[in-house]
């Protein structure tokens, strides 16, 4: 008997793109196929509107949980399902499906749902449903059938020769396939909020560059770490390509010897965008990435933002700025940054903090302030010391030599 255990991917959103939509199933193809590299997998194909993964036949529940379980934070996948592929013989089927029952943890209630794509097979999907259910019945008799909103769902679909069945179905992330949306550079902090804006704009379908300015050599490099953690974290997704560290300790140290007190912490924001937005360049990305979200700090009010926004002609994505902090707080313990997110670093930004920061500074003053400032000069000291580290992100392109002019 030939049954093998399959991984059914489920991608809703992206059946709403029209003629967009192969080019979508394609990059969520090869993004799965790298993603999954180190598991048994035989084969991965697109079968009736879903992505089918192919176990080895030495694969076991365990692998085939622990790949479903690693899809489902793929962006693009709305769910997935496990079960098996088996011969269109209705004995076969019928034990097919008690097994595929048995595969999920726990549940009280459930019901058929049979499919027949082809009508080669003699027996159609209402006859099928009846069919399998009794044999459910008898195999589960403390379970109870319910025909609207069961626990479980037994899907019985008859394809292309053979039967897929499958019960076991866990929620996936949505989103789009990461390459889709083109690149965005993301500021990222060792703090909870930047990871959590870094994987909103990635689940739209984004490559994301990370840059992160660490205090170095003013502060130790321990945040440097730390971003790096939240990097692997994000890579498990196919989203995280590269970080790029900028160790801006001195020139902060510069600004907090010429800049009035209260002004500091916008003007290192704006020397932080700034050297973002030429990586930005380098890279061809077309975004910047921040976490910040409105009032929630000294800069993060409505007229720090206009004087940061000024400093860089690339459009900066907010995606937390209408959130509140708990709210991203379980996203971030969603993710699995937090807890790496809540380790202390010393910040470039606590670095020569001033005591009364200024929550409404003005444009002409800053930029008078900076022009005194050979701000050009060391922000191209900072891009030549630029340190890169590299995540595997099966969608990311490497610049062309022509974009980094
Ligand atoms: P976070 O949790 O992201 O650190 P925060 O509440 O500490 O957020 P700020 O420190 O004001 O807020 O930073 C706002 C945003 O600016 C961050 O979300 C991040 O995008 C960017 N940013 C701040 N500090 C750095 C840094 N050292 N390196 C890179 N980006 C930074
Ligand atoms: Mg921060």
């Keep these: 008997m030939s049954l093998q255990r399959v991984c059914l991917v489920h991608y809703h959103e992206i059946g709403l793109k029209g003629h967009n939509r192969s080019q979508f199933e394609k990059r969520l193809v090869s993004n799965i196929k790298a993603l999954l590299h180190a598991y048994p997998l035989e084969k991965i194909k697109r079968i009736s509107g879903r992505i089918c993964l192919f176990l080895d036949p030495e694969a076991t529940y365990e692998t085939a949980c622990e790949i479903a379980d690693h899809i489902a934070g793929v962006p693009g996948v709305a769910r997935v399902s496990s079960g098996y592929r088996c011969e269109q013989d209705i004995e076969i089927m019928k034990d097919t499906a008690v097994k595929a029952l048995h ?47 069961p626990d479980v769902t037994v899907h019985v679909e008859v394809i292309e020769g053979h039967t897929y069945i499958y019960a076991r179905s866990i929620a996936g992330i949505g989103g789009l396939p990461v390459g889709t949306a083109g690149k965005a550079v993301c500021l990222m902090s060792s703090g909870i909020d930047s990871p959590v804006a870094c994987w909103k704009i990635a689940r739209r379908g984004a490559v994301c560059i990370g840059v992160h300015f660490s205090g170095r050599p ?25 970080l790029y560290i900028a160790p801006i300790g001195s020139y902060q140290r510069m600004i907090a010897e010429m800049a009035p007190p ?76 937090f807890e790496i997110s809540s380790q202390d670093a010393p910040d470039c930004c606590t670095l020569y903090m001033p005591r009364n920061p ?29 340190e890169v580290r590299r995540y595997a992100c099966p969608s990311y392109r490497e610049p062309k030599q022509s974009e980094k002019a």
Aim: hydrophobic share 40%; aromatic share 6%.
């Design 103 to 149: 595969d999920v943890e726990s549940f009280e209630t459930f019901k058929v749902a049979a499919r027949r794509n082809h009508t080669d097979f003699p027996i159609d999907s209402m006859e099928l449903n009846q069919i399998v259910g009794a044999v459910l019945c008898r195999s589960f008799p403390e379970k109870k059938v319910k025909m609207k909103n």
């Design 218 to 242: 003013e502060t130790v490099d321990t945040s440097e770490y730390l971003v790096d953690d939240i990097g692997h974290v994000l890579e498990k997704t196919g989203c995280f390509a590269k």
């Design 262 to 337: 209260p002004l500091r912490i916008v003007m290192y924001r704006r020397f932080m965008y700034q050297i973002a937005e030429k990586i930005a360049l380098l890279e061809g990305a077309k975004a910047l990435v921040t976490g910040e979200s409105l009032g929630q700090v000294a800069s993060q009010t409505m007229d720090n933002l206009l004087v940061t926004n000024a400093s860089v002609s690339l459009p900066i994505y907010r995606p937390l700025i209408g959130s509140d902090k708990i709210d991203i707080i379980n996203e971030a313990q969603a993710l699995g940054t």
């Design 358 to 386: 200024e929550t409404h500074a003005k444009l002409e003053r800053v930029e008078a302030i900076e022009a005194e400032l050979p701000f050009d000069e060391w922000i191209q000291e900072v891009l030549d010391s630029l």
